[in-house]
C-alpha cells in the first residue's frame, strides 16, 4: 500500500511551493529575522521531504526515517517561533502592557 495519487500530487506541490518560497527569500536577499526563519524552516521541511521519499511508504524504513528526521523539524518550528517572537517584541516593546498594569499604577 502506497500513497495515493492525490497525496502524491499534493506532497510535490507542497515541496514546489516550498522550495519556490526559500528562493524568493533568497533571490530578495530577505534575510532579516522572520523570513530567515521562515526560509531556514522550509529547507529544512525540504531535506526531511527528500529523505522521507527515498524508502518506499508501506516499509519500516519510512517510518525510521520519519522518526529520526521528526526532532529536527520541530527544532526547526520552535527556533523559528522564537525568532518570529523575538522580531515581532522588537517591533512592539509595549506589548507586553496590559490593562491590568494600568490599573495597578
Known amino acids: 500500500m502506497g500513497l495515493s495519487h492525490l497525496d502524491e500530487i499534493l506532497w510535490v506541490a507542497s515541496s514546489v511551493l516550498a522550495g519556490l518560497a526559500v528562493w524568493r527569500i533568497l533571490q530578495q536577499r530577505l534575510f532579516v529575522s522572520p523570513f530567515r526563519a521562515l526560509a531556514v524552516l522550509l529547507g529544512v521541511v525540504l531535506v526531511r521531504d527528500g529523505v522521507v521519499s527515498i524508502p518506499a511508504y508501506d516499509r ?33 516593546p509595549d506589548q507586553r502592557k496590559t490593562e491590568q498594569d494600568e490599573v495597578c499604577r
Do not use: E, K, M, N
Open 60 to 92: 519500516r524504513a519510512y517510518t525510521v526515517a520519519w522518526a529520526w528526521t521528526l526532532p529536527f523539524l520541530l527544532a526547526a518550528q520552535v527556533w523559528a517561533g522564537h525568532l518570529v517572537y523575538v522580531s515581532h517584541r522588537r517591533r512592539d
